[in-house]
Each structure stands twice: as C-alpha cells, then as structure tokens.
C-alpha cells in the first residue's frame, strides 16, 4: 500500500505506540482488501460501546488504549449506551435491569472514550448534529452504526464503509481510514432500480420495503430506490431497515441523495403496494404489548411533540411506552416546550437519553413489544421477544386502547 511520509512516520511510533498500533491495524485491514492507499477523515462515529456488548474486557481494552495516550485526531461521536448516562435508572420503570456492576462497567467505558476526547454524544443519529451536518457532501468518514452509515452515504453523501465499532475508533486516532468500497466514485454507482408503486409510505412501510430490498438485493451497489417516504421518521426507519436486515451501505434514493443516479439502470425490479401489505401483515400487533417502544433509531423531538399531540387528552397509557432519543434532541424539547417531558411521564410514558431498549439491559424471551422501527423489531425479536410492527399513529391508539 502506498504511505504518505507523514503516515510512515506515524506508522514508526513518532506520534506515540497507541497512534501506531491504529494505524497497523487500518493499514492491515487495507491492505487485505486491496486498497492502494489510505484517505483522511473529516469525522467518525464509534459504535458498540455498550457495556452490555463489549463488557469488562473491551471496557479494559479502551482504559489501555487510554492511559497509553491514545487520542482521537478528528471529531469523533458515539453511540448510545446501556442507560441514560444523566439518569441510570430511568430504564427501569421499562423492566430493563440497571445493576450497579452495569453502571459501573459503562462508566469506565465512557470514562476512557472521555479521555480519548471523543464527543460523548451518546446517539446513534449523528447526522443530525449541526457540526456533522456541515462537513461537505463528497467527504470521506469512517462511522459504525449501520442506520448511520446508510444515512451519511444516502442523504449527506457523506462517504463510509461499513466500519465495525473497533475499526471506526482505529479511524478516529490515526485521522485515516482504507480508500476502498464506498469511498470510491464507481462503487456508488447503482444498477439495480427498485421501484415502488401505491402510495405514500409511513415508517412502518419504510421498514418492511427495507427488509424487502435487503434481502433479495444481488450484488454490492447501493439499490436506486423510486418510492414515496411520507417524512423525515419513513426515511430514517427505511434506511436503518436497509442497515439492519442486510449488509448494504448505502441507498441511492431518488430526490434525496445529492449525487446524480445513472440514466439507464441495467435492471428494473417493481415492489407493489400488496407486497408491502403482505410483508406488514406478518408483523402487525395482534395483542396488547407490555411496551411500546419509540426511537431507534433515536427519535427527534418533532417526533415526540407529534406523540404527545396524539396522546392529548387521554389520560394515562395501558402499556408502557418508551421513546429514546439524544441529550441534543431532549433539550430541544424542553427548550420548545418545558411541561412536555413532565406531561408525557405523567401519562405513563418514559423518556430515556443516550440508551436504547436494545443495548440496555431490557426485556426476556416473551416480553410483547410494539415498535414503528423495523430496526427494533429485527434485534429485539432475536432476543426472544415478541415484536409488532406499526406506525406512531397506530402505536399511540394502542397505547391508550390496547388492541
Ligand atoms: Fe440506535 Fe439502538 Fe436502534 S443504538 S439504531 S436506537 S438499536
């Protein structure tokens, strides 16, 4: 692989072990994949930070990488953790189990990522960072998390592999990542156009044509997708579906992503309306759920004014409900409405920062869980637990009528 001077001067411990040691570790990961040279990084985002994934030994292995100097060389934010760092028991009104040895093994996780000066952000909906949102379209990144990395690529045209949490954090120290896969004009060119007749989506029909695209998708060039998402929530849960059922990186999505699709695709495949109903159909709610979960990927405020318009007036919830959202976003509502968040909970209805029901401790095999996230509906039905699929609207009445 070709090194600059600067990276071979790295590479032989100038700017310290820790930054070397990264550096091997892109440069070997690049070299297998064939890469000719490395590219810098305008931002990365480190996934799977949760105690609950990663545990005391990968808690060890940050604090390590820390106290040898390990810093990171570019602007760096994280995913949620395994409770809501400002409150940890929150979670728990949810059945989730919050131990001490829990908040203790998350706090030395955060602990060594605050010292590496990483931004402790806590969400997996970086893109909606103002800062992030700026870093110009064309900009190579290296980011974990798949519904983000599906939405640097799509929306901001960002441009990132699918990076492991480990992989993303070696990005972070060194300020480089393998100019391979999405980095590369040709790889983002789509041959393949799905296009979705009927009428307009809601989240809950974003989710499943993601999984329908997922998993019948031939090749790895991002799919060029014709189909009407009703808002910003359809968008998201489509391309965090997309991540979660399969192992594409990107969805070139007409009238969203900025670069320009080929005239002609080489082929054309049609997803009706009854395709859709179809695939609902086998995940809609058929009983009342223990929890209604809101916000995976996290939920923006908008997201929980129109919830708590949907609740108005209804007295308290008949299953608890959960949305989790970022500290960003959860100012945000305060800022726009201080008595919501007093309000909603005076409903029954919970509201975490910086976690999520799937990397907290939440939930055992049987646990009934409505979502409008198919997302959360793939990993939480992989735990054992029985998931239904629906959009807010339906999810609200739920919550106050049962089904
Ligand atoms: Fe985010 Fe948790 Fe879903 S990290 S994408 S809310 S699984």
């Known amino acids: 692989m070709y090194l600059t001077r600067e990276e071979e001067r790295i590479l032989a411990g100038e700017e310290g072990e820790a930054k070397a040691e990264a550096l091997r570790i892109i440069v070997k990961v690049g070299e297998a994949l064939g890469a000719e040279r490395l590219v810098p990084i305008a931002h990365a985002h480190v996934s799977g930070i949760s105690y609950g994934t990663i545990g005391d030994h990968g808690a060890s292995l940050l604090e390590d990488l820390a106290s040898r100097g390990a810093r990171v060389a570019v602007p760096t934010t994280v995913n949620p953790v395994g409770y809501d760092a400002e409150d940890p028991g929150v979670l728990e009104k949810a059945g989730a189990r919050i131990t001490p040895e829990f908040v203790k093994g998350q706090s030395r996780i955060l602990g060594a990522l605050r010292r590496m000066g990483a931004d402790l952000t806590l969400t997996c909906t970086p893109y909606y960072i103002p800062e992030v949102r700026g870093i110009p379209a064309g900009s190579s990144v290296a980011w974990g998390e798949s519904n983000a990395i599906l939405y640097a690529n799509s929306v901001l045209g960002l441009r990132t592999n699918r990076e492991g949490g480990p992989l993303a954090l070696m990005a972070a120290l060194t300020g480089r990542t393998y100019y391979w896969g999405m980095h590369l004009d040709q790889e983002r060119v789509p041959q393949i156009l799905y296009n979705v007749e009927g009428g307009i989506l809601d989240e809950a029909r974003a989710g499943v044509l993601g999984e329908i695209i997922a998993t019948s998708h031939k090749g790895h060039r991002p799919p060029l997708v014709n189909a009407r998402l009703r808002d910003e929530i359809a968008l998201r849960e489509f391309l965090a579906a997309l991540g979660a059922a399969g192992s594409l990186a990107m969805a070139h999505i007409q009238g969203v992503t900025p670069e320009k699709p080929p005239e002609k695709p080489e082929e054309r495949i049609t997803i009706s309306a009854k ?120 999810l609200a009445r739920i919550a106050v009528e049962g089904v």
């Open 275 to 394: 395709d859709l109903e179809e695939r609902l159909d086998k995940y809609r709610p058929t009983g009342t759920p223990d929890v209604i979960f809101i916000g995976c990927p996290h939920a923006q405020a908008s997201d929980v004014e129109r919830l708590a318009r949907l609740l108005r007036g209804a007295g308290r919830v008949r299953a608890r409900v959960v949305v989790t959202l970022s500290k960003r976003e959860y100012s945000r509502l305060l800022a726009n409405n201080p008595r919501i968040i007093g309000d909603l909970s005076r409903m029954g209805v919970i509201i975490a920062r910086d976690t999520c029901l799937i990397v907290s401790p939440f939930g055992q095999p049987g646990t009934r869980v409505a979502t409008n996230s198919y997302k959360a509906l793939f990993y939480l039905s992989k735990r054992g637990m029985k998931v239904s699929l629906a959009p807010l609207k339906d």
